[in-house]
């Protein structure tokens, strides 16, 4: 069936009975291709009826279809002319991961961070009254989405506004993890119905316990439950912030859907439309452990089982989280903060060990740094853990505070530099200008999973806010020391000595410079490596040393290079005053940095071994004839 769609308007002339068999191959390429090239299987698995349903009643692209975070848009992409090319999904240069507006007219807002779609939806909405249009407007968001502030920001504006807009509350009880928070507890009683039943009997229960009128007072209250009723509908919450609810609707009954979608059309106000899906639908393995397929990896879709390397080698997020368990255990004061992120964070075993002093505060990473910043006042040391690109959202939060008021905060952010095939929206190569730029923050990257384990701990120690950023993936392999141990703020480490150029590199590109001054020196040219270690404070004394003495310098970031730790080397060599000497940095320029494998993005960035060593060679000029002679006996 499925190979007959070619656009939304071919699913129109479909019937009921075509419909679902849609809905079956969609979901057999969904999981197909997952299965390949990884992906977020389990929350478009849960959509594909209420897509259908969405293409079915409205009219893409005139009527705009606003994913929230867009995970769960395969459904959505295959229906909307991406059929041919879905099996490139996340492969440099094929199908993005995410809606994006530069991929297909049908993807009006680029996603890939969460909370956006319905502040993007009334922005829409409103430009549509602006320039005299008539046309639907629907964002679908997720519950665990609804969680952020923003998302609230957008509520409160619409319902005020009174634009005709349509809202999908995708609802299936989970964030990545089982969902958190008052809103979710309440969407669970609508769902149960409990909140009327249990309010209902609370009511009779106390009345009857007034002697004399109980009885009689309970029969007029049988009257009056009409009138209470509209009070205790299922979705109040919602009424009173100037939205009509409808629902709850069986989010996998196409009939039902369309039906209910069909009647909202009509409607000229702000609706809030509440469907219960179930996450992985239709794909046992993904039902029965959604948070595992949520966003997976290349995997057997017999098995279910993942098909990456299982080698010894730890990740980052892996080592992190064993350290946060040495740490805590060392420290009663240590706690974890998470926001929505628990396993992809690796504090699985940490909230096991330490339930009292692990919150997951839900998608809601600026509540998260400032309730951090609250407990810190208490004398509280929280770790923030919360992707770099994530971090972003909470800027004004480290800034205003955390920095301003000196906290003991620790910011410990996963996915730092290259994220891969996740794309534009997942890289974390802005935080080491984003942060070095606020006063008061100590900011530093690991060279190896071992010294992630130490910087933690220094950062855990240093008495005000700390960062620390580490890449997605495997470390580099290297033994791991029992304990960790405080590093000295500000000290660099020398790898290798040179004298023909030096290579100041920080975080994951240490490793790549020093196989490259390897390489260098097979050629004849002696590199000295810098494991530079902090981007904030620098260490100067010994950066202005090296400097000085080989005069050529090749910084090395998995960041952009926009204000990042390159520019700082500069800015540290223009204020000490010295001059003549060469400087070229290597890192992101200006643009996003697109989806593909981490490994194809560092090539092009040339932050691999190759790129350093021949910007380093370049840089280094001609050989020395005495090394040559050395090198060559
Ligand atoms: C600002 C931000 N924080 C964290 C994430 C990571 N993230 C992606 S999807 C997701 C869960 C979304 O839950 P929900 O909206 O209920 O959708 P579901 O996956 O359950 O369908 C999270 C935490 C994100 N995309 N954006």
């Given at each position: 069936m499925?190979e007959k769609?070619?656009?939304p308007a071919?699913?129109k002339?479909?019937?009921q009975?075509?419909?679902?068999i849609l809905?079956?191959d969609?979901?057999r390429?969904?999981?197909e291709?997952c299965?390949?090239?990884?992906g977020h299987?389990?929350?478009?698995?849960?959509t594909?009826e209420?897509?259908?349903a969405l293409?079915?009643v409205?009219d893409?692209?005139?009527?705009?279809?606003?994913w929230?975070?867009g995970h769960?848009?395969?459904a959505?992409?295959?229906?909307?002319?991406?059929?041919?090319?879905f099996?490139?999904?996340?492969?440099s240069?094929?199908?993005?991961?995410?809606?994006r507006?530069e991929e297909s007219?049908?993807d009006?807002?680029?996603?890939?961070h969460s909370s956006?779609s319905i502040s993007a939806?009334?922005?829409?909405a409103?430009?549509?009254?602006?320039?005299?249009e008539s046309?639907?407007?629907?964002?679908?968001?997720?519950?665990?989405?609804m969680?952020?502030?923003?998302a609230?920001e957008?509520?409160?504006?619409?319902?005020?506004?009174k634009k005709?807009?349509?809202?999908?509350?995708n609802?299936?009880?989970?964030s990545?993890?089982?969902n958190?928070?008052a809103l979710?507890?309440?969407?669970?009683e609508?769902m149960t119905?409990?909140r009327?039943t249990?309010?209902?009997n609370?009511?009779?229960?106390f009345l009857?316990?007034i002697?004399n009128?109980g009885?009689q007072?309970v029969?007029?209250?049988?009257q009056a439950?009409?009138a209470?009723?509209?009070?205790?509908?299922?979705?109040?919450?919602?009424?009173e912030l100037g939205?009509e609810?409808?629902?709850?609707?069986?989010g996998?009954r196409?009939?039902?859907?369309?039906k209910?979608?069909r009647?909202v059309k009509?409607h000229?106000r702000?609706?809030?439309?509440?469907v219960l899906?179930?996450k992985?639908?239709?794909y046992p393995?993904a039902e029965?452990?959604p948070?595992k397929?949520?966003?997976?990896?290349?995997?057997?879709a017999?098995?279910g089982?993942?098909?990456a390397d299982p080698g010894g080698?730890?990740s980052?997020t892996?080592v992190?989280?064993?350290?946060m368990?040495?740490?805590?255990?060392e420290?009663?004061k240590?706690?974890?903060?998470?926001?929505?992120?628990?396993s992809?964070?690796g504090?699985d075993?940490y909230a096991k060990?330490?339930?009292?002093?692990?919150f997951?505060v839900g998608?809601?990473e600026q509540?998260?740094v400032?309730?951090?910043a609250?407990?810190?006042?208490?004398?509280?040391?929280?770790?923030?853990?919360v992707y770099?690109t994530?971090?972003?959202?909470?800027?004004?939060?480290v800034?205003?505070?955390v920095c301003?008021?000196?906290l003991p905060?620790?910011?410990?952010?996963?996915?730092g530099g290259i994220?891969?095939d996740?794309?534009?929206t997942?890289?974390?190569v802005?935080?080491?200008?984003y942060l070095?730029?606020i006063?008061n923050?100590?900011?530093?990257?690991?060279?190896?999973?071992?010294?992630?384990?130490?910087m933690?701990k220094?950062?855990?120690?240093?008495g005000?806010?700390a960062?620390v950023r580490y890449p997605?993936?495997k470390g580099?392999?290297v033994p791991?020391?029992?304990t960790?141990?405080a590093?000295?703020?500000?000290?660099?480490?020398?790898?290798?000595e040179?004298?023909d150029v030096?290579?100041?590199?920080?975080?994951?590109?240490v490793?790549?410079?020093?196989?490259?001054a390897?390489r260098l020196?097979?050629?004849?040219?002696?590199?000295t490596?810098?494991?530079c270690?902090?981007?904030?404070?620098?260490?100067?004394e010994?950066?202005?040393?090296?400097?000085?003495?080989?005069?050529k310098?090749?910084?090395?970031?998995?960041?952009v290079?926009?204000?990042?730790f390159?520019s700082?080397?500069?800015e540290?060599?223009e204020?000490?005053?010295?001059?003549?000497?060469?400087v070229k940095r290597?890192?992101?320029?200006?643009?996003?940095?697109?989806?593909?494998?981490q490994a194809?993005?560092r090539r092009?960035?040339?932050?691999?071994?190759?790129?350093i060593?021949e910007?380093a060679?370049?840089l280094a000029?001609?050989?020395?004839?005495a090394l040559?002679e050395?090198?060559?006996?």
């Amino acid at each position: 069936m499925l190979e007959k769609i070619n656009s939304p308007a071919d699913i129109k002339l479909l019937r009921q009975e075509e419909l679902e068999i849609l809905a079956e191959d969609i979901r057999r390429v969904i999981i197909e291709t997952c299965s390949k090239n990884g992906g977020h299987l389990a929350p478009s698995l849960g959509t594909v009826e209420l897509t259908l349903a969405l293409h079915y009643v409205f009219d893409a692209p005139r009527d705009k279809i606003v994913w929230d975070v867009g995970h769960q848009a395969y459904a959505h992409k295959l229906i909307t002319g991406r059929r041919d090319r879905f099996h490139t999904l996340r492969k440099s240069g094929g199908v993005c991961g995410f809606p994006r507006r530069e991929e297909s007219i049908y993807d009006v807002f680029s996603v890939g961070h969460s909370s956006t779609s319905i502040s993007a939806a009334a922005g829409i909405a409103e430009a549509r009254c602006l320039k005299g249009e008539s046309y639907k407007v629907v964002a679908v968001i997720g519950d665990g989405s609804m969680t952020a502030g923003l998302a609230f920001e957008g509520l409160n504006w619409a319902g005020d506004r009174k634009k005709d807009l349509i809202i999908i509350l995708n609802d299936n009880e989970m964030s990545i993890s089982p969902n958190v928070g008052a809103l979710s507890a309440y969407l669970n009683e609508i769902m149960t119905g409990r909140r009327v039943t249990r309010l209902r009997n609370d009511v009779k229960q106390f009345l009857r316990g007034i002697p004399n009128v109980g009885e009689q007072v309970v029969k007029i209250s049988r009257q009056a439950e009409e009138a209470l009723k509209s009070f205790l509908t299922p979705g109040a919450l919602f009424e009173e912030l100037g939205f009509e609810y409808v629902g709850p609707l069986e989010g996998h009954r196409l009939d039902h859907l369309i039906k209910m979608l069909r009647n909202v059309k009509e409607h000229n106000r702000p609706v809030l439309v509440h469907v219960l899906t179930r996450k992985g639908k239709g794909y046992p393995f993904a039902e029965l452990d959604p948070t595992k397929f949520h966003g997976i990896g290349p995997f057997n879709a017999r098995t279910g089982d993942l098909t990456a390397d299982p080698g010894g080698i730890p990740s980052y997020t892996e080592v992190f989280g064993r350290t946060m368990i040495q740490l805590a255990r060392e420290n009663p004061k240590v706690v974890a903060i998470t926001a929505a992120m628990c396993s992809g964070t690796g504090l699985d075993a940490y909230a096991k060990e330490f339930p009292e002093r692990f919150f997951d505060v839900g998608i809601a990473e600026q509540h998260g740094v400032t309730f951090a910043a609250g407990m810190a006042t208490e004398g509280i040391i929280p770790v923030v853990a919360v992707y770099s690109t994530f971090m972003q959202r909470a800027y004004d939060q480290v800034l205003h505070d955390v920095c301003l008021q000196k906290l003991p905060v620790v910011l410990a952010m996963d996915r730092g530099g290259i994220a891969g095939d996740d794309g534009a929206t997942h890289n974390g190569v802005f935080d080491f200008s984003y942060l070095r730029s606020i006063p008061n923050i100590v900011v530093m990257a690991p060279k190896d999973e071992n010294e992630l384990q130490h910087m933690l701990k220094t950062a855990v120690e240093c008495g005000g806010p700390a960062s620390v950023r580490y890449p997605r993936g495997k470390g580099v392999g290297v033994p791991l020391d029992e304990t960790p141990k405080a590093l000295e703020i500000g000290k660099a480490e020398i790898l290798l000595e040179g004298a023909d150029v030096a290579l100041f590199a920080i975080g994951y590109t240490v490793r790549p410079s020093l196989d490259a001054a390897r390489r260098l020196r097979e050629e004849g040219i002696s590199a000295t490596v810098v494991n530079c270690r902090f981007v904030k404070p620098l260490d100067e004394e010994l950066l202005s040393r090296v400097a000085a003495a080989t005069g050529k310098v090749l910084t090395v970031e998995e960041n952009v290079l926009a204000g990042g730790f390159g520019s700082a080397v500069l800015e540290m060599l223009e204020a000490k005053g010295l001059s003549g000497i060469e400087v070229k940095r290597l890192g992101i320029r200006d643009e996003f940095v697109e989806h593909a494998t981490q490994a194809e993005m560092r090539r092009r960035y040339g932050i691999d071994e190759e790129g350093i060593f021949e910007a380093a060679r370049k840089l280094a000029g001609p050989a020395k004839p005495a090394l040559r002679e050395v090198v060559a006996k």
